[in-house]
């Protein structure tokens, strides 16, 4: 179920696919490079995952990784001459230039965040540096046995500023084990993973992960979008702010999509012990 | 020690009892709808929470269901009319009295945060759709091995809005698997359910349960209520806010707090090596 | 390793010394008083860690205890007088005197925090009451087998004002694991400490547990400490804000640090294939 | 237009009128007592507003005090007793009770600001202590040429604690000002009232002050009651939050209550030309 | 000085010019039209403000409006159908969709924010609705004598949601009267507005308002764009932010910032009494 | 009332008195370098103001300048080398140092909003720079007719740090003037100054307002400690929370604060109606 022929034009370095009904598949695909994360990467998926936000078909998005691994992280032959070199005449220009650079890769990330789709990640082999970014900025993580994750930042040099430091402490429980991890950049590997709660399952292989991934993308594409969507809204918006917030985001944001039809249409077949998998939903 | 007679009147849903010095029991009473939450439930929660808020004899709360399993969840039948369909001119209108609808139900569940003695849960059997939104509003949840749990609300066509999505991430470690849980409505059992850190414990069945749930009141109820109620209250006062904003609340609070004679007491007996049991604490 | 000759002058229960290159032992050192905490003590963390902060040769820190646990928490005898019964003319007076006082103690534990070196803490045998507040304002726990924490305040009528209840619920995932321990005082030994994710390991005895904490320590002193202070930093900030807050501070915070050579050092090691541990970094 | 008969039963302090269509008066009613707040009044208000809040027919309130003057401020004869003093074992417990009393008061002057519908408040003569807490959560504030206003708590030796603190600098544009009222105590006269901002308009006497009211209640009434009471409510909003999270929060608010009937009734009556009071619009 | 021609290309609402060095001129550009904002004018605005964001030469921006007044507001024949009525099967989805459209319609007037460059508006004739809600996004407020404000929204039946509900009361300090103009949509003229601080200076006609406008902006545009666009970036976070934190951001600023070369030009320049008209900065 | 002798020490650029009963006054004294801040001063001020913290005597600051004017600002020669140029050996150690520096000169005027006794400023003749950022951290504002003010930092290439851009929109009510002053560096005159509300009196010449000055702090000076200090803490805090929090925090703050036997005496001096200036208040 991996788009076979490479990078689905325009794009360079993602497949773009619909491996089932409202599921996109996003493969981060040049495996030849071990999916290193080049410039070109870095606004193509901005471009991505602001169509997937438009497209009325998907539901839901499944990402993972071509060829052997899931990434080895930014690419930095291809990378580092622009980033940290800008050009301009002072101190103080040059870092301008580069919190406007950071804030630029940052979007790359925090568009899977804000896409109101949910992101399921399947991450085989190595998720290595800017990989951990990216699959902290997804809703769901999968991984197979022989899975490993690696803060690389701090070995370069550098404190990690696109997003891992600030999603990998909301999205594992324990203190200790993220500082752990960002500070020393040792690996982990998939029963950790598990254990400490950054991937919620760990499967056999890559063949069983992604047809798991599959599995759970089903699920959520088989039911409600308005439910779906506003379900993963309300989780990020409450991750940031207080439980009184949320509940006062909650019940602004219901008092109108409660008023959808969909509500009606699950219940009917709840009560009638239909699968969900039955019912029609509009378009969101 | 449950109440065999039924629900206490007034109350229809719930029924309320002293098993034991400081202890209060609330049970959720509707074992032949199993224990499904009917327009009752909502309102009565609030005044039988009320109620405990204001009792001095009161220290601790321990929250069950009667019957085979702990709730279904909301009553369907008794409930959808009225809070999808209010009466109303215009969509603006009927908006504003879904709002006003949503943000009473979760004061349903918010009286028990907002309760200052501690509320023990015991699970057992199915706990689903609202009654996750319950839990989580509780301090110490315990369950049975044949306990499960449930996020519902997407299954029907919306997004949870009187609390799952709101605490359950500030309950349990794993953002994945809460997004897993939220979006796919799939059932978890009790294994994940302690391994997740949603319970903190597991009892073989619902009579070891009841026994756990009341030794663990029975801790709490006899030790100082100003400590065991300031602590209720820091904490979830430091859940909503940075570290530096809970501390310097911790100081406000513990400047007239620490004026307790109950330190004295509790100091002595440490001392003494005396049982914290044979202290005599003033109400609150 | 450890400072056999007792605490080191000025101080009276802190032994410091400097067992690697760029790294700091800190023992706290009153074993015949089982490293109970003394009025001496509460005002020598802040001396210590302040001096730490600002010395160029340390970037890393191990914390520990001296003789046959690491802390059985506040000395009650030295401690109790000052604090509890400042001398004023009425209550608002006493409670205007305890109010700094609680704050002048909060610095106590906060220094570490405030002190951009990691801070690793090893806790062998018991770890009592102002002990779990030490803790949780380190970066990284490590413990013993034998080692077990207790939330000790509520024992002793109080609600805990120093750390713990502001600071464990962010440290580890399980919401009623943490209103366990705080209201009911109970035990939690190393087995729950690992998989609630208090600590991120578990060592045989206090040999292995210090050799493995230098070794951690041993990591992090190797790496640039423009990376690794700045990743302090952004952790401890991103723990108290929004995720786009937390982004929006590292964008400015790399603004300039990105501007380090140690990152051309770095990268060059790493494609060059040579230890981070051959770089030499500048001081900070 | 005042309400001649004197209190409206069941309430003793407050005299109720509805003086024009969809305007609802409120007159503080102890004219011998010089409107002195006793604790009748702290409870009456509460029930009075939310009645207020319910009541479809009402969308705008006029509120103003009978006889002399607006109000002495506190009836600290018939206060005091409970509120300083309640009886109670330690100091930790009356702090406590203390806490909830005040949190009680706080709520008798919170009622106005949670209310959807407007509140114009009239002042003539002097407006002291509680008054000034009273008027700063109401929404417009217009006076007489002879009314004074004077922060009056530090007189008797406390901080204000049931609104004018944490309202009045957010309702007038001076903190050199604020302070100064605040911690002198020195009385401020309508020029000054006029010239800070505090109200917006001054009346020669208490007659062109109540027709004044009346005239900009009536403005507001004429309008549709979703347009007015959502922009009290975005109002109140913005103000406690970054205009980033209120321009969120609006953009919410208006997904539903742009699709109300209103805004067509509206826009025709302004392409037409006509009155918007010739429009009518159903209640909410 | 105004833009004789007309829009400039692509721009059919705008006409752009750059009347002095470093300084641009945006002027709103449908004088037939009483300077309505029509479909094109949304969009084209955040286009513009893009642009001047990215242009090195732009230091400053001077916005008026072309012809007989500033701006009559929001064209309700050109926008009224989109917005107000878009194509969805139910209640939900056409929320969905109209919160779309309000974000975007938002974005508008955020941008005048988001651009580091400060921008001068200069208001003469009638600045209505809509008007309202951009200049409360600029930085400084000039107008004419004949100038008048008018917060039109609640007179077309809805709640402003475009920026004058969160801005206006963060830029004028009386409470009382941000509250009067929004409910009762009344007209506030220039000395109103002087007076509460609206606008911070008033011009007897349009010639002399745009002389001054130029002298403002010029002022601005002589002195180092490091610390101009800074200034303006840390008032705008001050304003949504505590004292503390704003402190804190200045620090963080500052630490790169205080290294460009405009700091010792400028301050060369003030020990030789030179004009900082003289100092050549570079592009930033 | 001025010191005639210069500086107090050890203090080298202020000089302390105590003009009357419960009243400090500090004095910036370098009347020959017209008050510029240099080195000593930065580091002085906060030694004064932590001793005036401390010192039961003081219950409230006056705050002027010695000689023709109150402040112009920074002194340049003495401080520029330092602060701008830290001797480092990369871009990002440099900023690490920059950073420090501001913090720490950002104490110097947060120390007086941290001393929880009033300060009342008195400004004649110029303050330039700094000078802004100091007299927006004291609470009341006066000054001569004579005086001007100057937000200066733009004119010298940076964007203030050490409090002006932070404080000063909350503490007059026009953003347009605030933009305005801070990028252009326009001088102030004391109309302007009084009609924004940046000063709340203005005094024909020093000798009027320095009677002014003790007038208002002899005010403040014989009214409760508590009630003074308390009402400082919470204007603070509210200025910087939402009113609900304010509202929380007060309640908190006066569990205890409300047991003062200040209230007694304060309440029996207004009922016998004498002055509350022959009350005897026990030191705080």
């Known amino acids: 179920m991996s788009a076979s022929g490479g990078p689905t034009p325009p794009f360079t370095t993602l497949s773009i696919s619909q491996p089932a009904s409202h599921v996109t598949h996003v493969e981060l695909h040049r495996p030849e490079k071990r999916n290193a994360m080049n410039q ?104 197979t046995q022989d899975a490993w994750f690696q803060v690389k930042e701090v070995d370069i040099g550098l404190a990690a500023d696109v997003g891992t430091l600030q999603r990998l402490p909301k999205v594992i429980g324990s203190g200790s084990l993220v500082n752990e991890l960002a500070l020393t950049a040792r690996k982990m590997y998939s029963d950790e993973a598990k254990s400490s709660g950054l991937v919620s399952r760990v499967f056999p292989d890559k063949e069983t992960l992604m047809a798991g991934a599959m599995e759970v993308a089903g699920e959520i594409a088989s039911r409600s979008p308005v439910a779906v969507q506003g379900t993963k809204i309300n989780l990020i918006f409450s991750r940031d702010h207080s439980v009184k917030e949320g509940l006062d985001f909650a019940a602004m944001w219901n008092m109108s999509m409660l008023q959808t039809d969909d509500l009606m249409k699950s219940a009917q077949a709840a009560l009638e012990k239909k699968s969900i998998k039955q019912v029609v939903f509009s378009k969101l």
Not at 119 to 141: N, S
Request: glycine letters at 8%; a negative charge.
């Open 40 to 143: 070109a990467f870095w606004s193509e998926m901005i471009d991505c995952f602001n169509q997937i936000a438009e497209d009325p078909e998907c539901r839901v998005v499944v990402f993972s990784g071509a060829g052997k691994l899931f990434t080895a992280g930014i690419d930095l032959m291809d990378m580092a001459g622009g980033l940290l070199r800008p050009d301009a005449d002072d101190t103080a220009r040059i870092s301008w230039k580069v919190r406007q650079t950071i804030s630029k890769y940052q979007e790359t990330f925090s568009v899977i965040e804000k896409c109101p789709k949910p992101v399921v990640v399947a991450v085989h082999g190595a998720c290595v540096g800017a990989g951990v970014d990216l699959i902290t900025a997804c809703d769901i993580r999968l991984c």
